[in-house]
């Protein structure tokens, strides 16, 4: 009676079980590679010298590398539970 997919304000019916996941291990392989990827390319303009001719950097690299650090690490957990069953 109550049912909000009835009314069809929301796009999808609800599943058997709510706790399932909604990513497959591809998606999550390649969301831990772009994150990986991204980590390392932060680090490395993070690393480099400064150069006073070209002004200060505008991209706050370390902080980016630290963000892509961090959600790789619950990606990865993510993936260990996915195998986990």
Known sequence: MNDPHVGGWLPFARRACDTASQMEMIQTLSL??????LAVLSGWLGSRPPNPHRGP???PWRFIMLLCAAS???????VVRLLMG
Not at 32 to 37: K, S, T
């Open 32 to 37: 831990a590679g772009v994150l990986l990827a």
């Open 57 to 59: 950097r505008l991209a």
């Open 72 to 78: 790789l690490t619950f990606v990865l957990g993510h």
